[in-house]
């Protein structure tokens, strides 16, 4: 008997180490799980040493195929070098069209399905085009996305800047957000990209279904609210697929040979790992009170130290790429810091195996800026955290993992804003390592390390998301088949 014929889907990634790898994963995950064919395409200029490093896992094994989109000529596009990063990417997104065109259309098989992620809901018309069904693939979680979806009609119903609000944000059926929590895009109501923003979840009920990197028992009441009425109206005819948690794997010989010797030496889970993502940042200040906070704080730790490069606390906290390489980054550091931290402390500068180091037995805790990629990769690692968020969606992570999810302590104000000093810095770091206050949070984390592997496996509610998702898939193409 003829074998079915696979199903081959079309991956469209944003620029971003963090936009890169859930769309690599997801890809895998259709390949490995349930017999599709992938190609990914990525709009990348590799000039990111980290995004060439992601592009070359995942060809190893190779389970899919990648695409790198010919960086696409802004000249026209009056995109100033400041322009805010939300701003950027979808002009990007944007201008690469004709290519993404032109390479799909080379394509001696053409794609059954386009999947692009969420700063790439203007390509969803390539789908309509291809006479192919379209899904947006969200790699964050229900809240973000519940506040997504809703700013269309918040913008409508608000007057004034969201940050000035004086009482919280309702979301139908979600946990309110805080104005000083919304997301980047929301800060100024006069730039380009909360414009873009609007667009964007405007845009998305455009597609035949939403994919979310999370799980159905990390966030049951806010996914509830967003399958509800309400919300229904505004995303008619676009179910919600919870598909995660998505992380990379672990690789064997990840860590490298000193780290991981030194990373064996230490007892189990007495390690605070702090990393600020792909490009996150902070003040030179901010910087020594972090240092005098991990040193007084008496635990070992392993930071991935990036110079700092924020000039005010107005500034940006994101600087992709721009970390300092080798000793510069150390000058930065108190004086004597290294040689008294010698023995508990290992620095690694701009960047570092996040994933292998999470894994590790002797990593106990996770100072984080809470990118939803590396809150995925604590959680089912079993790692509780001290959340730190700086831009982005992070301030509204921050909360769901504090108050909501009950994996992470926070510091009183948002670094953002103000900054933390080293006895609150003490404090936190104390409470995740060793204070009573933590054992609840890494017993929660471990709970949900374990929920998340059931989601994961066969029949679980992620596994069985997707199922439902290809089975959608194929619904669609029989229909836009009969039509024709
Ligand atoms: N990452 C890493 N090493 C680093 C910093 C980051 O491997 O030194 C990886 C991290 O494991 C995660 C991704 O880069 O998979 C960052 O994504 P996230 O959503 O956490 O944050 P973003 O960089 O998008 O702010």
Known sequence: MEKPKKLRAALLSSPGVGHLVPVIELGKRLVA???????????????????????????????????????????GTGLGPDAAVVTRLTVMMREARPAFRSVIAAMEVQPDVLIVDLFGTEHLCTGDELGIPKYVYVPSNAWFLALFIYSPTLDKEVKGEYVDLTKQLEIPGCKPVRPEDVVDPMLDRSDQQYHEYVRMAGEIPMGDGILLNVWEDLQAETLTALRNEEFLGRIANCPVYTIGPLTRPVRPAGLGTELLEWLDKQPSESVLFVSFGSGGTMSAEQLIELAWGLELSQQRFVWVLRKPTVKSLDGSFFDAGKGGVGDEVLSFLPSGFTERTHNIGFIIPSWAPQMEILSHPSVGGFLSHCGWNSTLESIVNGVPMVAWPLYAEQRLNATLLTEEIGVAVRPKELPSKKIVGREEIKKLVRMVMVEKEGHALRDRVKDLKSSAEKAMAKGGSSYESLCKMKEDCQMRIRHIKKAH
């Open 33 to 75: 799980d349930h017999g599709f064919e992938v190609t990914v395409f990525v709009l990348s200029s590799r000039a990111s040493h980290a995004e060439a490093e992601i592009i070359e896992s995942a060809m190893t094994p190779k389970l899919l195929d990648v695409v790198e989109l010919p960086s696409p000529d802004l000249s």
